[in-house]
């Protein structure tokens, strides 16, 4: 019985996906407010299990679930949030509603 159990556990952590991690270069980044808005914009999408931005080396960190989602999506994702992404440009019109300290040079001219 308790093999049975062993093996059924074993399918459900199976179930659960393959994980991976990626390093976004996101190099628009200005402040913790931006590092917020990518952080709980990305808990938003399908797949992402966590985020972390780092504004020292202006990358971003994704932990997501490698059948819910991808790169390409996840890139799409920061860049609808007025960010870019690796090669992926900022959306215009989400870069244009972003707060004046979070515009590329905004935290020059305060
Ligand atoms: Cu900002």
Do not use: R, W
Not at 46 to 62: E, F, I, W
Not at 94 to 100: G, I, K, Q, T
């Amino acid at each position: 019985m308790n093999f049975v159990i062993t093996i059924l556990s074993f399918l459900i952590i199976a179930c659960n996906g393959e994980h991976a991690t990626i390093s976004v270069n996101t190099p628009t980044i200005q402040c913790g407010m931006c590092q917020k808005t990518i952080e709980v914009g990305l808990k938003k999408i399908a797949g992402v299990n966590n985020s972390t931005v780092d504004l020292a080396t202006k990358k971003t960190k994704v932990i997501y679930d490698i059948e819910k989602t991808d790169i390409k999506s996840i890139e799409k994702a920061i860049s609808n949030l007025g960010y870019q992404a690796n090669e992926q440009l900022a959306d215009p019109t989400s870069y244009e509603s972003l707060p004046a300290c979070c515009k590329i040079g905004g935290m020059d001219h305060k």
